[in-house]
């Protein structure tokens, strides 16, 4: 058994400042330590997918992230862990509790059949992995093979932890309530224009140091069509999961602007993320939702967006600045502003794409690393 100070001290020495995950009892003295400790920072996901994601985030703005959570919510994190982290060669690190530890104490029976194929999974989704330390002398070794796997093979690494690997550490600190702004917004506007509209306005309107990040599909798609940019990342799969991975990139990059593009249909699938995005509300981060109430990108299937108040959703979340727009002059006019502070804008938008509408011809890892130059340099 180790205490939760050794490890995390250790892994601060290699720059993990920020945790994300979602509780465990396993993980609790972890997470303790991490909230109470004012040299890091714990950010609580509403699952363990959003916890990848911002995760994510955060190493694409050039640091270095711990995703942790309970190997029964390893599921949640498939989406992200394959198609976003391997396909864009994001590596971040991964704690993974082993519930129902097949070598180890009875546990609930919900976790019998997980704890046995953890580490199958991990194997499956190609993650390399190794047993969490529970010997203090062993803690650097581990986090040495971590870091050295993740640096040589751009992939995530997992430590996976089996019950009583570290001690208890008592939370000191309690929470500080951000109550929601309250404001008034007139009914639904009808849309007028066309996503390709949508996106040039906001294109036009963004900074010469803005990051743009599209969510997966014909969003990602017209963008690529109106100019390739470095400035630009295009989702693919992890959907649901832009405000997420803004989220994090915007908590480690706060001098930069960041701006996600989402769509109705994703954002439906991960509306957890509104709340932890609504609670951190980073200064710098826009989340712009092109809604035309369908699955566009997967056959036009119809969402539940025409009964959803999303604006009322995101104010209920807790972001100070909530706008809906559907005129381009004035979506332009509201993301070129300097707000200063965490904003939504909903922006109804009508169906169909170009028929000829092209892939982006750079790879996922083209163009998150990329990405990652582009944020190297100073403004």
Partial sequence: MIAADRFISAASELGFALYTGVPCSYLKPFINYVIDDPAL???????????????????????????????????????????????????????????????????????????????????????????FPEEEGDIRDVLRQATES???????????????????????????????????????????????????????????????????????????????????????????????????????????????????????????ALTTVGYERPGNLLHVLLDNQMHESTGGQSTVAHSVDFCGMAQAAGYPIVARLNAVSAIQDWVAAKHGQLGFLHVPMLPGVAPDLPRPDVTPATVAARLQHFLENKL
């Fill in 41 to 131: 920072r714990y950010v609580g996901a509403a699952n363990e997918g959003d916890a990848v994601a911002i995760a994510t985030g955060v190493a694409l703005g050039g640091g270095h992230a711990v995703a942790m959570f309970q190997n029964s919510g390893l599921g949640n994190a498939v989406s992200p862990l394959t198609s976003l982290n391997q396909i864009a060669r994001i590596p971040i690190l991964l704690i993974v509790t082993l519930r129902g530890d097949p070598e180890g104490a009875k546990d609930e029976p919900q976790h019998k059949l997980m704890g046995a194929i953890t580490t199958q999974l991990l194997d499956l989704m190609q993650i390399p992995w190794a047993l």
């Fill in 150 to 272: 993740m640096a040589a093979n751009r992939r995530p690494y997992a430590l996976v932890m089996r019950k009583g690997a570290v001690a208890a550490w008592p939370l000191q600190s309690r929470p500080r309530a951000r109550p929601p702004a309250r404001t008034t917004l007139p009914g639904l506007s009808a849309p007028v224009h066309s996503r390709a509209e949508i996106l040039q306005a906001v294109r036009a309107a963004a900074g010469p140091g803005d990051v743009l990040l599209a969510t997966t599909g014909y969003t990602g798609r017209e963008l690529f069509a109106l100019g390739d940019r470095a400035d630009q990342l295009y989702m693919v799969g992890s959907m649901g999961c832009a405000s997420s991975l803004g989220l994090g990139l915007a908590l480690q990059r706060p001098d930069r602007r960041v701006i996600v593009l989402d769509g109705d249909g994703a954002l439906l699938m991960r509306l957890g």
